[in-house]
């Protein structure tokens, strides 16, 4: 079976960027020879039945890195939540109070849903509307799709853009999977009549047949499980890299459905009817034959299993670097599918404790809730209390990566804390100021990796440009790799298409970098 994704997996975000200010430039790389001394800084939670250890000192922690015990040079207290109740009282402090002033704030919200829904909806003017303030910055996660906002807009006309472009990329996407299924649902009804002997089929006609029906089967599982299902690490690693490259408070907000990829209704039949002609066999070749091929569709059912594709201690990790609560609000999704041979099946337990797991460790809020405006309201009341351990690390040429070890002298009580110390990753390229202009689309790229030589400094970046029309179709599709010699580089590309609504796709690779950005979003010519 040949289907065509939307996307490559490789570009497995969607990204909303509000008044967002430019970063500081690349740190200069030391010769692996010099040893130079950084902070490190270990969030640390210190829980007691549950609730956070609040009259903790410097005195109370120990950190080991790679098993040799550090000297903290001080401790700071992280007391902070998205919406604080007016007049609230301020505990006192066993430490030095710090002068306050205004933090910027920086929120990352995972859609991970099947479907839009008008819920959803009510969610997004909610957080634009009533959360978000000047100097914010929004970043919006949701499947394999990048989609910039102009800074310029208001929330609430930011808010009605996200709203579009989320109901324009889910009929995309829900049309596309649904066709995947629509071709399954075929080839399993001809291995059904081939089976009960309509054709009477040889051997080697049955073992194609089924062949065929599990490879396809196959992709179409892991495509749909890294659409929704698998959350890719290495991405929330450079998204949240983006988040600790600039100051501010940050929480990470997941709406996650809990259905899992449609299976056939008529699988069990199917089944059936592969092991009555597995008995059916008299010959021992075929015997032996038959065997594998029931092994083979037995194989494939295991792989529905979704339970091991959290990467949750992965994950538990980066959000603790960046020190994000991960509030969890866990929907059901009500999407009817339009072929009745197909239903959702919801997620198993172990699935979720998995996505839980990242959550409390983290400080983050846990809701079952199919009313995720609620649950908003409800996570914007919930306290992140935890400390911050400081420490001066030497950074020679093996200790880049750090284990890290945190005890508190305490009784009883629970130490959640990072078990291995990164420093912040360099920023990568990105992609701006995306527009429709004569026809033609034009855009921005910048922060690439630029060296130097005879003849001045350049870079290389690799530009794909492709898009969309109402039915998912391909309808322009282009790359070039570029020598670069500005700073910033303003692209202008004819792509010769009629007037209408589409849906376009920008992705740069910085080739001396390894880094990229995804912009995805409706256009209009």
Known sequence: MNHQRLLSAAAVCFIIILAFDGPPGLAQHKPQEEVTVTAVEIPVRVLLKGQPVRDLTIDDFEVYENGVLQKLTHVEIVSKRITSPENQPVEPSPLPAQPLKPRRRVFLLILSVFDYTEAVGEAVDYLFGKVFRPGDRIMVVSEVQVLNADPGQSPGQAADGLKKSLKQ??????????????????????????????????????????????????????????QYL????????????????????????????????????????????????????????????????????????????????????????????????????????????????FELQEVGQDYEDALKQVSRATGGYLAFNNNPLQALQEAGQVEDYHYVLVYAGNQGTNSDKRELKVKVRRDGVEV??????????????????????????????????MTGGSDGRHGRADVRLTIYDSDGKAVFDE???????????????????????????????????????????????
Not at 234 to 249: F, H, N, P, W
Not at 498 to 511: P, Q
């Open 479 to 525: 790359g070039r790799v570029l020598d670069i010699t500005k700073k910033e580089t303003r692209i202008r590309l004819d792509p010769r298409l009629g007037r209408g609504d589409f849906f376009l796709t920008i992705r740069v690779i910085d080739l001396l970098a390894n880094q990229s950005d995804t912009y995805s979003g409706p256009v209009t010519f």
């Open 230 to 341: 698998k959350p890719d690490a290495a991405i929330y690693e450079k998204l949240v890299g983006r988040v600790r490259s600039t100051e501010g408070d940050a929480w990470a907000i997941c709406l996650q459905q809990r259905e899992m990829f449609p299976q056939m209704k008529n699988m069990t039949r199917l089944d059936n009817d592969l092991r009555n002609w597995l008995a059916s066999q008299t010959d021992p070749q075929d015997q032996i034959r038959a065997r594998i091929i029931v092994g083979a569709m037995d194989e494939m059912k295991r792989e529905f299993n979704v339970s091991n594709t959290v990467p949750a201690e992965a994950l538990r990790e980066i959000f603790l670097r960046a020190g994000m609560p991960f509030h969890l609000v866990l929907m059901k999704s009500h999407r009817i599918l339009a072929d009745e041979d």
């Open 169 to 226: 990329f889910k009929s995309l996407t829900a049309g596309r999977t649904q066709s995947v299924f629509r071709n399954l649902r075929y080839e399993a009804d001809r291995l059904i009549l081939a089976l009960e002997g309509f054709n009477g089929p040889g051997m080697e006609d049955i073992q194609q047949l089924v062949t065929h029906f599990v490879q396809n089967y196959r992709t179409a599982w892991t495509d749909y499980c890294a």
């Open 416 to 449: 959640i804390s990072l078990k291995t110390y990164l420093p912040p990753p360099p920023v990568p390229i990105a992609v701006t100021e995306v527009k429709v202009e004569k026809g033609m689309i034009a855009f921005t790229i910048s922060r690439y990796r």
